[in-house]
């Protein structure tokens, strides 16, 4: 990757991302399962058209797999934000690898290539939330000013995916069989969950916090608890698009952009045999071409995305994705042809970029994932529509007229949605600022003597403020853990019905870990003894962002082991 970046370790720069060493697992991981999914999609081609001779069952695997991401995307979503993120990408991987597997058995078995469809649509359904659950990770493991680094990173590799992918397919089917590519395919899952092992906790696990919830609660048991409102989460995902304009017009213009994906499909054909009288292999040239654009400009996409312009930035992108496109109406050559497809390379990579990089600062942290999926479905859709729409348009109108119009579609959304996008980041920028403060005297507090800056700023994007008067309980004793408390000011102290009071806590120190951490009801009531104002923190947030230092000795665990042996010694070494 070295050979692709630029020379420059400082946040924001394309490198900076790479200091993140549990990200770099992440990436790793997420690398070879791409690359496996590309892998297996040219020997599933090649296994139909040899036991079929018809494009008609590529078409219909094509369309079934398109499906599985338009009808649970959103649910994908839910599930990668309501359950540990690792050990569902895991279960993911380990799960692929079983069907992928049992495809390469079917083969070899001479089974039916029906059964072979069913079992990679199945393959599509598992694989529908790690996408989710691997963006939504990111933010998790990596500082705030390294995020468009990791996303131009996972980017790049995407890209590299796209090529390497279905050349090593290719490779593996010509030198042996479709079966032992399904089987090479399936061991790529497996690397893939053994990388996620050095990965750590990767945020998510909304079904774990719940008061007195076991730690060893099973993985199988939460989604079984937390199955029957699945459909409430979903629609509080659409609920936090619709909340935010910015995260609404991201839709709108990823959408656009997918018409024309889909439109591309089909008109990329026609382009090469019709206007340059080249084979239909040369799309795999004009691909090329647009692949090659992005992986010029990726060095400069993570200072791009990390932008405070990062909105007319992502607006910019796709008129540089649509413009080209519509060109191409009156450009009839090959080398003109080439040089306008690879500046929708350039525009491509800036758009992925900036997109997810906004994404991930505009969406609740604990609904990343089901906004992603939300915009995976209905991207899907418009990406059949342009799949569909563009040959009527060529016969109803010219191949001319459906290039100008497929790309003047994108243009037009990208102008539309150009200052809401704009407006939405400056005003991230603006909150962003103002967390400064707090994240340095979080930094000074013992607690977090240990936590890294991106768990810094998450805490600070989760907490407020409160404040109590004098004699007010902040909890009882046996109430549900939701919350830790840092003491801004003023006094409280912690006292149980069978010790009496344990102990003072003024300002800089804090109390309700012992809960928050142990997923236990709280140990000792809390009283303020002055009027008195604390910080709020999130229980879940601060579990997630403290994922590491938790299985510590540091301060944070010294404090909560001698309370913990007041009221309950028996759970000191536990």
Known sequence: MGAVGVSDDKAGGFRGAWRHRRWRWLLGSYAVSMT???????????????????????????????????????????????????????????????????????????????????????????????RAAAVAATPHVVAEDDLAAANAAE??????????????????????????????????????????????????GRANTAAGAADEAGFEEEISEEASSMWADVVDGGREVRRSPGLLALMVLTSALLFQVGAENVLHV??????????????????????VGGLLIAPFAARLGASRFAGLLVATAGVLIGAPFALLSVVHSAGPTLLLLGVQGVGGMIFEVTFITLLQRWAREDAIARVFGLNDSLTAVTEIAGAVLAPILVVAAGLDVALAVVG???????????????????????????????????????????ASSSALERIARSLHDATFAAGTHVFAEGDAADNLYVVRSG?????????????????????????????????AAVR?????????????????????????????????????????PDLVNS
């Open 36 to 130: 496996g999914d590309f892998l297996y999609a040219v020997a599933l081609v090649v296994l139909l058209i040899d036991d079929t001779g018809s494009a008609g069952w590529v078409a219909a695997a094509a369309v079934l797999r398109i499906l599985a991401y338009v009808v649970l995307s959103p649910f994908g979503g839910v599930v990668a934000d309501r359950y540990d993120r690792r050990r569902l990408m895991m279960t993911l991987d380990i799960g692929r690898f079983v069907v992928m597997l049992a495809v390469a058995i079917v083969i070899w078995a001479g089974g039916h290539v029906a059964v072979v469809i069913v079992l990679t649509v199945m393959n599509s359904v598992l694989t529908v939330p790690y």
């Open 491 to 523: 006094e409280f102290v912690a006292e149980s019905a069978a010790a009496g009071v344990l102990s003072t806590m003024r300002a800089g120190e804090w109390f309700g870990e012992i809960g928050v951490i142990r997923r236990m009801p709280r140990t």
């Open 408 to 450: 003047l579609v994108l243009v037009i959304g990208a102008a539309a949605v150009a200052p809401v996008l704009h407006r939405e980041a400056m005003r991230f920028e603006q909150r962003r600022r103002g967390l400064l403060p707090i994240i340095e005297q979080l930094r000074e507090l013992g607690i977090f003597e240990d």
């Open 528 to 568: 303020a003894t002055t009027d008195a104002t604390a910080w709020v923190i999130d229980g879940q947030t601060f579990r997630g962002a403290l994922a590491g230092p938790l299985q510590g000795q540091g301060l944070l665990h010294g404090t909560m082991s001698t309370r913990l042996a007041r009221t309950h």
């Open 155 to 204: 980017s790049v590799i995407a890209q590299f995916a796209f090529f390497v992918g279905p050349a090593r397919g290719a490779l593996v089917v010509a030198a042996t069989d479709p079966g032992f590519a399904f089987l090479v395919n399936a061991l790529t899952f497996l690397l893939s969950a053994g990388l996620l092992v050095r990965a750590g906790a990767l945020g998510g």
């Open 270 to 291: 026609l382009i090469a045999k019709d206007v340059l009288g080249k084979g239909a292999d040369w799309v795999g040239v004009m691909a090329a071409a647009m692949g």
